[in-house]
Every structure is written in C-alpha cells, then in structure tokens.
C-alpha cells in the first residue's frame, strides 16, 4: 500500500468507518484547543474505557498483571495510557507518541492596560508562528487562573455561539503602504500582538476607565482581581469549531491539527486494544514540543520513564537494570505531522521525497535541518519491521522528508525517545499550512493513521 491514493482504495464501508472516525476526532478538536482540555478530555475517555488512574493504585499498592489498563494524568498537561501486555515489561514496550500543545498566543503575567479608549491583554506568542497570520480574526480565550486563595478558574470563552470573542487588530491597506514593504517577519511585530478585550468607560472612574470597567467585570464574573493573572495560564486560540472543506467534504481545517491529529488516534488505538497483547502498548500524550519538549510536563522531562518506574514496580519487584532494558527494548512511532506538499509552494519541495494529502500515513525516516541536524534518522532495520507491518496491515502509507533540503527543517520528540535506546521512527499525518491558525488535513490521512497505529501496537516485535 505504499505511495497510493487512499481514497481511491476505500469500499463503502471504509468510507463509513472514516467518517464515524473524522466525527470523533471533530469533537476532540473542539472539545480540546489547550493542552490541558485535550488531557482532560483523554482521561474521560480512559475511564470510559475501563482504564484505572495508576496515581490511585500506586497509593492503593495495587498489583498489576497482564491485561490490565491503566492511564496517567500528568500535571494536566500530558497524558499517559497502557495496556500490561502477557510478555514482562523487560521485553519492551510498543509505544505511540504524540503531542498536545500547539502554537498560540499566551497571555503575560501583568497583561491589563488601557490605550485610547481600548482595553488590552498584552501577551507572548508560543511556538514558530507567522505573526501575520494571527491578526483580524475572531480569537478564544481558554485557560486557567490561580486565585490567591488556590481557588481555580476554568476558562473558555468564545466557542459557543453567544458569547463574545476577542480580536487582535491589523493596518489597514489605505495607509500599509510602508508595513507592505517590509519583510514578513517584521509586519507584524511580536509586542503589537496585543489582545483587544473591551471598550465601554467606567464613567465613575478618574482614569483608566475602560480598564477599571473591564476589572471589575472580571471581578463580579469570576471573582477575580487583576494579581490572579499573575497565576494564570490563558491562552489565545482561534474560536470557533473545526470545519468540513470541499464540496466532497474530504478535508478538515481546524486548529491544532500539529499534532492532535495524531494524538488522537494513538490515544484511541491504546484504548481500543482488546484482551491482552503480546507486549505492554502505551499511548504518550505530551506537552511544550512546540517550545523544544522542555518544563515538567515536556518530553525533555523525566515523567514518562518514572511513570514506567512505577508501572514496573507495580507488576514485579522494582529493578533499575529492568527498567532500563524496558525501556531500551521498546519500539515506538513518535508520530507528528508532516509538511503536506502543497503545489502553491512547489519550490521548497522534493516531489519524491514528499508527503501528499491522501496517499496516507507518512514516514520520516528523518527530520531536522542543515545536514540532519537534531534529527533521530531511524534504522533501517526498523523501517523494514514498520514497512512489513503497514503493508500488511493494508495501511495506506508514504515516506517523506520536511521539505527540500536547505529549505529549512523542524525537529519532534523522536530524538529524545531515541536517548533510552528504543528504535524508534517519525511517522504522522502530512498538513498543509502547518503552524497557520485554521491548518488543513486529509480525512483519509487521518484514518490511515488510526488504522497505522492500531497495526503497530499489535504486530511490532523487537527488531
Ligand atoms: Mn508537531
Ligand atoms: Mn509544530
């Protein structure tokens, strides 16, 4: 099934199954635009499917055994799932990995202030963006907010049909003549991306009157003061829901695709693992790829080897040589999308080593930038166990690089997998106007992927 349209292979019933699957993956989208709405809505979905939160069996001093499913809600910013396969941990692991935080725009700590009759939250962009992308569209609020008391505040406003969003202004084109010269990168600069929140006067107050007004709305609202945005986590997303594209309605443009799109079906393929496998299958759900996989909750972190720590020492008596070769022994897709290869910008492509929308799940046996640099560039002896199991499987499937060579390059958490000495490969879904606020994705790229990762966990070995 290599280098093949998709669609082109699809019975009725695939169509079918695709859809049901695109309808589910909608809903995680919507339901998910922080990190921390994808966790919780991954860990109803584990609890839904009978998974045991291994925080509680590890205070329970729980045995585990074969069979058994158990998931991990880390900081609530990543996100962990297993099933306990019939071989010991020591005989490795098959692992899907995926992340969760996706570019935006975040609020600062002291973002009030008032310009002209004009209420704003000043902010700090998050991950590579095209700054100019983010301007004159409705925008979401979504977030937490720490109050002084350790109370905590759940926010997102301006999904649902009624309520306002918020909006970040640009030059008109009457007077751009100077901003339509400059370079890309300086036409909108990172300090304008400032958040406009409000507009009525306080008429009682001496100065400051839009900013008091909006002060103490937020005050009668959410019983919050202007310090508790010292303690918060908001974050600027485009509002609105995923969309349907084209009169065949074969696409989706919603946000953060990179790289809930795979998140998604690595989370579902875990959970829809029956009775037990061969080997311990495990869904790695992350956070802060996008800022280079660091902080508590980034792969860069060591929750994910502890969490397999505590899962060892809950099956049989702890050793760190055991969880070492756990670890080494295990096989894992670091999926993330690719660069879908878009005709409008044929140039920074190589049409043989490039991902098409459609033709499936793809491959990269490498990714990074100027000579492979931090790139994990997979074995071959591992691609040829992956290739095996796809085609099998009768996976739609491709391999790809991140565009031409020179032409710039990206990185993703497989490097870092790589360090334990698991074999390990990029894989994922190719995406056009990958980082843009609304992105672009296949239906059938996804449902390949589903199909990939399902394959995967049943059917890899040691390689
Ligand atoms: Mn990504
Ligand atoms: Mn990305």
Known sequence: MYKKNAWESYTKTDLKKLEAFAKDYRAFLDNGKTERECVTTAVSMAEKAGFRDLDQLIREGAKLKAGDKVYRNWMNKSFLAFVL???ELDAGMNILGAHIDSPRIDVKQNPVYESDGICYLDTHYYGGIKKYQWVALPL?????????DGTKLTVAIGEKADDPVFYISDLLIHLAQEQMGKKATEVVPGENLDLIIGHVPDKKAEKDKVKTAILDYLKKEYQMEEEDFISAELEIVPAGPTREVGFDRAMLAGYGHDDRVCAFPSIQAVLDVTGTPKYTVCAAITDKEEIG????????????????????????EYSELGLKRTLANSRMLSSDVSAGYDPNFASVFERKNAAFLGEGVCFNKYTGSRGKSGSNDAN???MGAVRKIMDDAKVSWQTCELGRVDAGGGGTIAYLCAKYGMNVIDC???VLSMHAPWELISKADLYEAYKCYGAFLENAEPV
Do not use: D, M, Q
């Open 85 to 87: 396969g019939e071989e």
């Open 140 to 148: 979401a609020l979504h977030g937490v907010v720490i109050r002084k």
């Open 293 to 316: 996989s660091v902080g508590a909750t980034g792969w860069g972190a060591h929750y994910f080897e502890n969490t397999v720590a505590e899962l060892y020492a809950l099956t049989k």
């Open 380 to 382: 071959a002896e591992f």
């Open 428 to 430: 994922g879904v190719p």
